[in-house]
């Protein structure tokens, strides 16, 4: 709870900017697949389902 203290009793004015600024548009990038850019989560998240899955299949394999 100690981050939550405000340990300066004057709080801090920042200048506010005199012109707006604005935010540049990003257009959307698609692979040659059409979809949005793949990432290295999604290759991690496969790898994990395709664990559990062979885990699973190796679990209900009876033991001799």
């Known amino acids: 709870m100690i981050g939550y203290c405000p340990l300066d009793e004057d709080p801090i004015e920042r200048p506010r900017p005199s012109q707006q600024v604005s ?3 990003q257009e ?3 692979n040659s697949t059409g979809r949005e850019e793949d990432t290295e989560c999604n290759y991690v998240v496969m790898f994990f ?3 559990v899955i062979a885990l699973a299949i190796m679990d ?5």
């Open 49 to 51: 389902i395709a664990g």
């Open 28 to 30: 959307n990038r698609k």
């Open 60 to 64: 209900s394999l009876p033991r001799k």
């Open 23 to 25: 935010v540049p548009v």
